[in-house]
């Protein structure tokens, strides 16, 4: 049974800043790696950074330099820090766990696990 806990969401102003967290250590398996994606209603899902298996990060090029994926190897925790939010990163936004070699391919469709996903609401 796979199981990841995002948590950490809320609601913000434009320009605030929300720390998302993902308790992993429910999740066990060698050949996957972590990453998050969001997904608005009635959307699909958009790739927001993974990272590989040395520490190297993909973020999707709308969030570069604003989010910062890190991850705590010895707590199985990974974090999503996002600065300077803007209306448009409104969006459920889930934990989630893919092939490792899907890292660097793209973030189209990231995500073949994920949790129950943490709602960021950004407002003007």
């Known amino acids: 049974q796979v199981q990841l806990v995002e948590s950490g969401g809320g609601s913000v102003k434009v320009g605030g800043s929300l720390r998302l967290t993902c308790d992993a250590s429910g999740f066990t398996r060698p050949d996957y790696c972590m990453g998050w994606f969001r997904q608005r209603p009635g959307d699909g899902r958009e790739g927001v950074a993974a990272m590989d298996g040395d520490g190297n990060i993909n973020y999707r090029d709308s969030v570069k330099g604003r989010f910062t994926m890190s991850r705590d190897n010895a707590k199985s925790l990974l974090y999503l820090q996002m600065n300077s939010l803007k209306p448009e990163d409104t969006a459920k936004y889930y934990c989630?766990?893919?092939?490792?070699?899907?890292?660097?391919?793209?973030?189209?469709?990231?995500?073949?696990?994920w949790g129950q996903g943490t709602q960021v609401t950004v407002s003007s």
């Open positions: 989630a766990a893919d092939r490792c070699y899907n890292v660097h391919s793209g973030l189209a469709n990231w995500g073949v696990f």
